[in-house]
């Protein structure tokens, strides 16, 4: 039914359509750490190329962050992400993710959440679930309540690779088909939500929280603005626009390149997403902090604000805290 989690559609094309020209090695955060080919996109299109299998590339998708910066600048509109996605669900099984699909498995078997006639609702990362004042002040601004079922599960399911029954996903939608404006924290959940509900108006949370005059005006021109790259590249050539007046109208600085894709602040690769508490790359959020001239961070997305914090001494806050500032 939902063609075993297939990524958002945006290209007809995979790993065979790549040229080799290199053009996703200048965004992409593994290759800036490791300078090992191998473990880039590139790589790994011209290693199935030359008929690799899902073992000789095996720590090459696990090392991937998918920050889907690279998607952007392909010029052979390859579905990176997708590709991603689909080897790792061929991957061999490790104990952690055999809980990963014991979790999903009961879920899908629990009673099914009541359709909701709300406006709008929130679906919080596992970031913004823990940190318990920035989600009171994310509803307080947006109005809206948390989903019953957030598709925590789920989320980590499609990060990991691991498979996810239709009848799991069928049960997370239901409710969400009687919204009329679905919020999402989590990028790449929220590329799949576009694709799964296509009729449905879904914003990530950063894109919901600057629409708000209140919030809109609390961002400062010394302010450097953070922006969660998932959701972004899943739309970037729509939502550059929307970044880029932001910026003309605050004044303020952002964490995008100059092919304006947007440098994730924090990296993780697949075992990290698992770990109870993922390590802190600090390394790139540098990366992010260098060279700009700020008196403070804003940050999309809470599990960036880790990493910023410690690559910097100037404050970083939530974007929900401008309202407030």
């Known amino acids: 039914m939902f063609g075993a989690l297939k990524s958002a559609p945006r290209a007809d094309n ?26 880039t996109p ?20 696990e090392s991937c962050t998918l920050c889907s910066a690279c998607e952007p600048v392909c010029p052979e509109n390859i579905d990176l992400v997708g590709m991603i996605l689909k080897l790792r669900r061929q991957l061999p099984r ?14 899908a078997v629990r009673p099914p959440v009541a359709r909701t006639d709300t406006r709008s609702v929130l679906l919080p990362d ?17 109005a809206c309540p948390s989903a019953e079922d957030d598709g925590a599960d789920i989320a980590l399911s499609l990060e990991t690779g691991v498979y996810v029954p ?8 239901a409710p969400l088909r009687g919204v009329k404006h679905i919020i999402v924290a989590d990028g790449l959940l929220l590329r799949h939500l576009k694709s799964w509900l296509p009729k449905s ?5 950063g894109v919901a929280l600057i629409a708000l005059p209140a919030v809109r005006c609390g961002l400062r021109a010394t302010d450097l603005y953070v922006i ?12 550059v626009a929307l970044y880029d007046q932001l910026r003309f109208d605050t004044g303020c600085t952002m964490n995008l390149d100059l092919l304006r894709i947007a440098i994730p602040a924090a990296a993780r690769g697949l075992h990290d997403c698992v770990k109870p508490r993922p390590i802190v790359d600090i390394e790139q959020a540098l990366w992010v902090v260098q060279g ?14 880790a990493a910023l914090s410690l690559a910097t001494d100037k404050p970083v806050v939530h974007v929900s805290e401008l309202n407030s500032a």
């Open 14 to 39: 995979d790993y065979s359509a790549c040229s080799g020209c290199s053009l996703c090695l200048l965004v992409c955060p593994v290759w800036r750490t490791t300078h090992d080919l191998r473990l």
């Open 166 to 173: 239709d009848q799991r996903i069928e049960q997370f939608l």
């Open 94 to 107: 490790s104990a952690a993710l055999h809980d990963v699909q014991t979790r999903v498995n009961t879920a």
């Open 42 to 61: 590139h790589g790994r299109a011209k290693a199935l190329q030359h008929g690799a299998s899902i073992v000789d590339i095996a720590a090459s998708v």
């Open 126 to 142: 596992k970031g913004l679930r823990a940190q318990s004042k920035a989600l009171a002040q994310v509803h307080a601004l947006l």
């Open 292 to 305: 700009r001239k700020f008196s403070r961070v804003v940050a999309e997305s809470v599990d960036d604000m």
């Open 228 to 239: 969660e790259p998932r959701a972004y590249h899943s739309d970037q050539k729509r939502l």
């Open 201 to 205: 108006k879904i914003s990530s949370l």
